[in-house]
């Protein structure tokens, strides 16, 4: 996979002195890369912050590969968080890399980034649970089976990623939130669960309060490993994620 070598040296997710209900960036020693924050309510009334886009390939790289460290900036704890294996094979499917959003970590490599972006910073960084990505869809404004302007479906893909923020921004601010990749989200089960549809997906079949369950066999059906891959899924090209801070 291409961004081995990619050395970030500063990630903004927010001031550190913002309101809690405000917009923030933090800046990550080891990125370059700018991850937008913004406030949204949650289920239970409390405001939380999501991130404005999918998570893409040019920060996860620095988690996977550990660039940070190389280059000095990391830290003890991010250090202990255990990472992936590095893929054997471009994950990215040649779509595109930098500034395209990461597809086919499995549920628990997306958990692990979390900790690591919580290690980092020194806030709390999760996947959306179920209720809460149910929550951003309500509140985006965007009807899920119209969502053209807003969202790569099979409808208007070409059966491919595309760059994040490239479709318009919804009420809260977010993009992709249906289409492009779709998002892990923690139902509390061991596998998790995806929302927001994919590349693949028509815009017909996309629902705000709609989940699939994760298939490992068939979406690590290419894998010549035995046993499977715990972290990848070769045959998963659509799946990706984006975070929720809840303690800014």
Known sequence: MQGGALVCAALSLGFAQSAPTAAFSQVVEGCTFEVKMVPFKGPKGDMLHVSVHEI????????????????GKSNEKADAVTKP??????MDREFGHVGYPVISPSFLSCKQFCEWLS???????????ADEWKALCEQSGIDPKACGDFAWTKDNAGEKTHPIGSKKADKLGLHDLFGNACEWVDDGSKLGVVAGGSYLDAMADLACGKTEACKPVEWNE???????????????????????????
């Open 56 to 71: 893409p390939w040019e920060l996860f790289d620095v988690f996977v590969y550990g660039s940070d460290k190389e280059a």
């Open 85 to 90: 294996t590095k893929p054997y094979i471009g």
């Open 119 to 129: 290690a980092k910073t020194g806030r709390s960084y999760r996947l959306p649970t």
């Open 222 to 248: 290419i894998d010549p490993q035995f046993p499977k891959s715990k972290w990848w899924y070769s045959s998963g090209g659509f799946v990706g994620f984006r975070v929720i801070c809840d303690k800014p």
